[in-house]
């Protein structure tokens, strides 16, 4: 029953903004540790961000600067504010949620930047 779908994936141009965003339902979530991967063909799953909750978030060197990652405990939510977007930064973006010896994943939005 637990479930994580992202959301607001789509083609920008480079230089552009988007928003992300991952619905968590089904868990306690503020007891969960939530974070943003990537993912493109030939390549492995990168860790972008991370937010535990109640602590400070990171990034991966590749976005510092570009990215930030916030989360809404009210509302079960996190997001991935992504500015000065790159060709580079072209991935599925997967939603993340892990705590101690349990952890979850959503299905994946598409971001693509390209002219």
């Known amino acids: 029953q637990v479930q994580l779908v992202e959301s607001g994936g789509g083609l920008v141009q480079p230089g552009g903004s988007l928003r992300l965003s991952c619905a968590a339902s089904g868990m306690f979530f503020r007891y969960f540790d939530m974070a943003w991967y990537r993912q493109t063909p030939g390549k492995q799953r990168e860790l972008v961000a991370t937010i535990p909750n109640g602590g400070a978030a990171n990034y991966a060197d590749s976005v510092k600067g570009r990215f930030t990652i916030s989360r809404a405990n009210a509302n079960s939510m996190v997001y991935l504010q992504m500015n000065s977007l790159k060709p580079e930064d072209t991935a599925v973006y997967f939603c993340?949620?892990?705590?101690?010896?349990?952890?979850?994943w959503g299905q994946g939005t598409q971001v693509t930047v390209s002219s």
């Open positions: 993340n949620a892990r705590r101690t010896y349990v952890e979850y």
